[in-house]
């Protein structure tokens, strides 16, 4: 996710987008989408293993710590954000890409809008989830 955003896309969008260039971005995100999901499954796996581990009840939330709380949440925004990006803002910002920029409607610029910083926010709550889990593991 890191790599997409803070190398891959703003190298794409200083390309020009040329049809190569294009092809690039697209074949590479293709790519690491699995990444992204395998590592999405794996921290939905092994969250409730660990939390079971620190001797905490799995399914008593009102006896965990607020860091626990804080974490699922951000990870619940975190499988929000990619899937509705994965599922609807990727194909939709391909055809808008495919219109005339002139031809283009006000809710197609939105999406392109949100085509550049969605997948930001996924990153910035990937990051927060890291750090969450860094500060429960030391608590």
Same mark, same amino acid.
């Given at each position: 996710?890191?790599?997409?955003?803070?190398?891959?896309?703003?190298?794409?969008?200083?390309?020009?987008?040329?049809?190569?260039?294009?092809?690039?971005?697209?074949?590479?995100?293709?790519?690491?989408?699995?990444?992204?999901?395998?590592?999405?499954?794996?921290?939905?796996?092994?969250?409730?293993?660990?939390?079971?581990?620190?001797?905490?009840?799995?399914?008593?939330?009102?006896?965990?710590?607020?860091?626990?709380?804080?974490?699922?949440?951000?990870?619940? /925004? #975190?499988? +929000?954000? @990619?899937? =509705?990006?994965? !599922?609807? %803002?990727?194909?939709?910002?391909?055809?808008?890409?495919?219109?005339?920029?002139?031809?283009?409607?006000?809710?197609?610029?939105?999406?392109?809008?949100?085509?550049?910083?969605?997948?930001?926010l996924?990153? /910035? #709550?990937? +990051?927060a @989830?890291? =750090?969450?889990? !860094?500060? %429960?593991?030391?608590?």
């Amino acid at each position: 996710m890191v790599f997409l955003s803070l190398v891959l896309a703003p190298a794409y969008r200083s390309a020009s987008r040329t049809p190569d260039a294009t092809g690039l971005f697209r074949v590479s995100a293709k790519r690491f989408r699995a990444v992204v999901w395998t590592a999405i499954a794996v921290l939905l796996l092994t969250g409730p293993l660990l939390v079971i581990d620190r001797g905490w009840a799995l399914f008593e939330p009102t006896r965990w710590p607020s860091l626990l709380v804080l974490k699922i949440f951000l990870v619940a /925004m #975190l499988v +929000l954000t @990619v899937a =509705l990006h994965d !599922v609807f %803002l990727g194909p939709r910002t391909k055809r808008v890409l495919e219109i005339l920029s002139d031809r283009r409607t006000a809710s197609d610029r939105a999406v392109l809008a949100s085509a550049t910083w969605l997948p930001r926010l996924a990153v /910035m #709550l990937a +990051l927060a @989830v890291v =750090l969450v889990g !860094v500060l %429960l593991a030391r608590s």
